[in-house]
């Protein structure tokens, strides 16, 4: 399981890398795996303000369709276009070319309510224990 250091990672399977203001999102290599081969992502506007552990995406794949959640607010300045012709990216690349969207942070402090690379390991073993 892929686990990159230097990112935030959510209890749902999302992870943020915050560059000064900005924040790129995506879902975790644990997330791709569980979903299976994924067929769509349906994204948000630009321009859409996010909240908190709130949905703001899903994907779909041959098991279901999954909400995804916000590790954190703010508003929508990039969207990832290549997911509308290539989904699979998600489970090709989820840490690089799979990201969902990129966020003008609004809120630095909603960083304490996410966990590190080391936490987000613990949590997964917690899950499979």
Request: no cysteine; net charge negative; glycine share 6%.
């Amino acid at each position: 399981m892929d686990i990159p250091e230097g990112l935030l990672y959510t209890k749902e399977h999302e992870w943020i890398k915050i560059e000064g203001d900005t924040g790129t999102i995506g879902i975790t290599d644990y997330a791709q795996s569980a979903l299976g081969d994924v067929t769509f992502v349906e994204l948000p506007q630009m321009g859409d303000e996010l909240k908190q552990f709130e949905p703001f995406a899903s994907v779909e794949s041959v098991k279901a369709v999954s909400d995804i959640y916000a590790p954190m607010s703010g508003k929508v300045i990039k969207l990832n276009e290549q997911l509308s012709t290539s989904p699979e990216l998600l489970n090709q690349s989820p840490y690089e070319e799979g990201w969902l969207v990129v966020i003008e942070i609004s809120d630095e402090k909603e960083k304490e309510n996410l966990m590190s690379a080391a936490e987000y390991k613990q949590y997964l073993e917690g899950l499979s224990a």
